[in-house]
């Protein structure tokens, strides 16, 4: 399944499933730490300007809209 949505691309208040993380090996194991990985379900609680704000599970991120942009979803 391709799309071209990616995390950053998200309104504040949206919740999406976590497809797949583009980039190389860094980047997704930094990802996959904080635990966005492919099939993780993911809420958006501010993308407005700066980072965005997500909430994964019981925690809260702050990510780079650099780094939102290489997360797709659905």
């Known amino acids: 399944m391709k799309t071209d949505r ?3 691309a998200m309104s504040s ?8 993380v ?3 090996l860094k980047v997704r ?3 996959e730490s904080l635990g966005i ?14 980072p965005l704000i997500i909430s994964l599970g019981e925690g809260r ?5 650099g780094v939102a942009g ?5």
């Open 61 to 65: 991120l702050m990510l780079e809209r």
């Open 22 to 24: 583009q980039g190389g």
């Open 29 to 31: 194991a930094r990802l």
């Open 37 to 50: 990985m492919p099939g993780v379900q993911v809420d958006v609680l501010n993308n407005g300007r700066g």
């Open 13 to 20: 208040g949206e919740t999406a499933l976590v497809l797949a």
């Open 6 to 8: 990616t995390l950053e």
């Open 70 to 74: 290489k997360v797709l979803v659905a």
